[in-house]
């Protein structure tokens, strides 16, 4: 669980860990050969690339009715579903998995059906792969503050209530998950009791602007030192 600002990252880092871990025809250890990740030795660098990833950010998921919001959900699930297209040719899904999966990508999945996607995504990879995804999380309670600030708290709520109850509390089907949060509020937040969370902590070194990149910055925005 990464708590940080807005502007602090968090996007940048979430995206570094998706290729790190997820399984590409591209050799994408080449990213990493030169940092400090590769000197930890091979209990490390045996991971990289070696895992179905699902990949989510909500952080542009800002808008002032819960129609566009849904769409607007609706529309990345459907672009994270389309990162996915070889399950649609697996010999190791059922029929009315591929179904679901078509009804995703075309857009005709109801409000209900797009509650399970995150479940219903994770059990296919782990089918698919033979080994459970890595879900990476990011700002998922942007549109929880949109809804709070425009009136339909309840509708954004109740969705992603239902949305990560199945896939992060019951799921069996994960490997590792990561989320990313600007907010400390209890009220944008949803239950994780469930998982075993290792919170990451304000260090300058891993996660976060340390005082000369602050000093650089002021410079730049002000011109002056």
């Not at 590409?24 to 690339?49: L, M, N, P, V």
């Not at 849904?70 to 389309?82: C, D, K, T, V, Y």
Request: net charge negative.
């Amino acid at each position: 669980l990464v708590t940080r600002p807005r502007r602090f990252g968090k996007t940048l880092n979430m995206d570094m860990l998706r290729v790190f871990f997820e399984i590409s025809e591209e050799d994408t250890s080449k990213y990493f050969q030169d940092k400090a990740i590769w000197k930890c030795g091979e209990e490390y660098r045996k991971h990289q690339g070696q895992y179905p990833v699902i990949y989510l950010t909500f952080k542009d998921v800002k808008f002032a009715s819960w129609e566009a919001t849904i769409g607007m959900i609706q529309s990345l699930l459907q672009a994270e579903f389309g990162r996915h297209l070889e399950l649609l040719d697996s010999n190791k899904l059922a029929e009315h998995e591929k179904e679901y999966l078509k009804k995703v990508l075309n857009k005709e999945a109801s409000e209900v059906d797009l509650t399970a996607a995150l479940e219903k995504l994770s059990q296919m990879l782990t089918k698919h792969y033979g080994k459970a995804p890595i879900i990476i999380i990011d700002e998922y309670d942007t549109p929880i503050q949109e809804g709070y600030s425009k009136d339909f708290y309840d509708e954004i709520i109740g969705f992603m209530r239902n949305f990560f109850s199945g896939a992060f509390k019951d799921n069996k089907n994960i490997r590792q998950l990561n989320i990313s949060l600007h907010s400390f509020d209890d009220k944008y937040k949803i239950d994780l009791k469930k998982q075993k969370i290792f919170r990451i902590n304000n260090t300058e070194d891993n996660f976060n602007f340390n005082e000369k990149i602050v000093c650089v910055y002021e410079y730049e925005a002000n011109g002056k030192e």
